[in-house]
């Protein structure tokens, strides 16, 4: 079994920042990608970013393109989500993922369904 736990999260004003933490452990695992999706009230869980982690390639949905970094610490087995000039319309709950089995390879990143771990999710809540 790997987990994930996520922190970082919290409450800030629009136009600030925020950066979250997903550390992986448990069983010895191979990670193909790790990335985050976020899920505000009412909707449906939606892709933020990845990086796969052999290249280091990484994408981003558009609504936060230009904002939101993601890296990693190889070593840790943790990756980051640095989110710069949030907006009222980033609140929601950020969960971040991994795909330990590569079966997708790169495709459908963005589908929750390339991913088979899951944190517990970090509530993060932009005021205006």
């Known amino acids: 079994q790997v987990q994930l736990v996520e922190s970082g999260g919290g409450l800030v004003q629009a136009g600030g920042s925020l950066r979250l933490s997903c550390a992986a452990s448990?069983?010895?695992?191979?990670?193909?990608?790790m990335g985050w999706f976020r899920q505000a009230p009412g909707k449906e869980r939606e892709f933020v970013a990845v990086?796969?982690?052999?290249?280091?390639?990484?994408y981003y949905a558009d609504s936060v393109k230009g904002r939101f970094i993601i890296s990693r610490d190889n070593a840790e087995n943790t990756a980051y989500l640095q989110m710069n000039n949030l907006k009222p319309e980033d609140t929601a709950v950020y969960y971040c993922t991994a795909d330990t089995t590569g079966r997708l390879g790169s495709t459908y990143y963005y589908r929750r369904y390339a991913y088979d771990y899951w944190g517990q999710g970090t509530q993060v809540t932009v005021s205006s």
């Open positions: 990086m796969l982690w052999s290249s280091g390639v990484m």
């Open positions: 448990g069983r010895t695992f191979r990670t193909y990608k």
